[in-house]
């Protein structure tokens, strides 16, 4: 079980700790979870990952939600994203662990031949030969990505890689495309 609030509250007597949307509830039951070796009251509301494969359309509605997070070198949440911990905390929010860098996610999954072949769900991976993969994003549909660069955004995606919307640049080139959801 997971927070699904974009932020809330925990409470265990006089204490309050902010929980981000997609903090994980160890043993949630009736509305108390465990944290620091205690029980904690959350009130907010809540996701529960499915039992079976995670609707497409719903895991990029979730994703949509990060929209405008800040970019931090590390984060996992709506205070501050990198690119990988975005594309981690939303597969992890229905149920798919992915590993934690871009250079290791690109070994999950399934290869996608190429953008033709690909559908929204998809990860594309980002990088160069003498660089290796340093930069992931979950692919929409109609030629777009959502992913996070300065902060989390959808910018235009075509076979060269990621065109900046507000610039009209070339920020990043195409490396993989990996199927991590099944059809």
Request: glycine content about 10%; proline content about 7%.
């Amino acid at each position: 079980v997971f927070t699904d609030d974009l932020c809330g509250e925990a409470v265990q007597d006089e204490q309050r700790v902010i929980l981000p949307m997609g903090t994980p509830l160890p043993d949630y039951t009736d509305g108390s979870f465990l944290f620091a070796g205690g029980r904690w009251r959350y009130s907010g509301a809540t996701r529960t990952p499915p039992s079976g494969p995670p609707d497409k359309a719903e895991l990029i509605a979730y994703a949509r939600r990060y929209l405008w997070t800040p970019y931090h070198w590390g984060g996992r949440t709506v205070f501050g994203v990198d690119c990988s911990g975005f594309v981690q905390a939303v597969f992890a929010a229905f149920g798919v662990p992915l590993l934690r860098d871009s250079k290791l996610q690109v070994e999950q999954g399934m290869p996608v031949a190429d953008r033709a072949s690909s559908i929204p769900g998809d990860l594309a991976f980002f990088g160069s030969p003498e660089l290796g993969i340093y930069h992931v994003g979950l692919l929409l549909s109609c030629g777009e990505i959502i992913h996070a660069s300065t902060m989390v955004r959808i910018d235009d995606m075509n076979d060269e890689g990621i065109r900046n919307r507000e610039t009209g640049t070339l920020s990043h080139r195409l490396a993989a495309i990996r199927r991590v959801l099944p059809d």
